[in-house]
């Protein structure tokens, strides 16, 4: 996790190792690690959930390095196992540490600029392969075009992003929850017909061009029988003569 002032300070580590983009569990100062049995499991054997203690390293992160900008580039949970579209853990997992994220930022005043999810879709998890699985989109890998297929924790993850937090239900359904009407189609409209027509470089109206047209049909018919005419008439005097 890179921890930067965007304005004034170069960007420092929030924990002592020699490169950034490190997530927050792979940071170590020296302590030993323990987890309660209460908290939940995943499909990570490293992997608990504890949403409190997501406030906790944000609120020390603010106290102990200045309050920089933190953008918050991974944050999912894990299963096994047979495939369950309906993950009720993942939207569970979403809305306690979101939550958490929420009063870092209201209550405690953490400079929180952004966060995503982990991940958008099921991919591979180094050498557990794909057998851990963070999506919020299933991956049909016995097909081999890989459909993806929304999990039920999309549609409470994309409540959260719309509504930008969490709607009091006290209050009754809120706009943000009511799905976008889609478009109407857009009426066929039929060709307009145009005025005026190109005629031999000039723009004449319709009734003009007609009548142009015409005329110059009726002069060619009489420009060709004038030329048989004047050719008949021709062999007529040689023959005379």
Known sequence: MIISDLTTTPPVLAFPVDYGNLAHYDGDRGAGTITDRTWLDSGSGWLKVAPFGFRKILKFIKDEYGNPPIIITENGVSERGSENLNDEHRSYFYEK????????????GVDIRGYTAWSLMDNLEWATGFGERFGLFYVNRSNPELPRVAKASVSFYSTI????????????????????????PEATKEPEREDSVSFLGMKLSISEAATGLNTTFALLIVAV???????????VKRRIK
């Open 161 to 184: 992003i719309s509504c930008n937090g969490f709607p009091d239900p006290e209050l009754g359904p809120h706009d943000c929850m009511s799905p976008e009407p889609e478009p109407e």
């Open 225 to 235: 029988f004038a030329a048989i005419a004047m050719t008949t008439l021709f062999f």
């Open 97 to 108: 540490y979101i939550n958490q994220v929420l009063k870092a930022y209201m209550l405690d």
